[in-house]
């Protein structure tokens, strides 16, 4: 926790005394610059990694699924809810009867069509802290 801490404090400038050190915009981004220019000179001699090419399959055959499967997996699904749900997982289990069908339509429509509509291509990522070792 002590490192934790003293991390949290660096990046806040909060001192020993507890002072806040003031900062402003251009100090960051005059820091961020160095920074970036102090890496990139420390790697330019580094040669290149080269990717080896590989073939991917594409997606051009599947079964369609069915309202039933869509009820099944619903019902199966743990009563987690993210912040971007439009509605808690709770009550969609609860009325899945009657959006499984239309559950149905958009995957079989999507994967048919090639559309995969934006709204669902988010996500909230949270980052872990690992305890470090003393």
Not at 16 to 45: L, R
């Amino acid at each position: 926790m002590k490192k934790l801490w003293k991390a949290l404090h660096g990046v806040l400038g909060v001192t020993q005394a507890g002072e806040m050190i003031e900062h402003t915009a251009d100090d960051f981004a005059t820091f961020f610059n160095d920074k970036v220019a102090s890496v990139h000179a420390s790697t330019a001699a580094t040669p290149l990694f080269e990717v080896p090419h590989k073939t991917t399959p594409l997606l051009s055959e599947w079964i369609a699924v069915t309202a039933d499967e869509i009820d099944k997996l619903i019902g199966l699904a743990p009563n987690k809810t993210c912040q971007l749900d439009p509605i808690p997982t709770w009550l969609v289990k609860d009325v899945r009867g009657f959006l499984s069908s239309f559950i149905t339509l958009l995957f079989n429509k999507s994967l048919s069509s090639g559309y995969f509509p934006s709204e669902f291509k988010q996500a909230v990522v949270h980052s872990l802290f690992e305890r470090a070792s003393e």
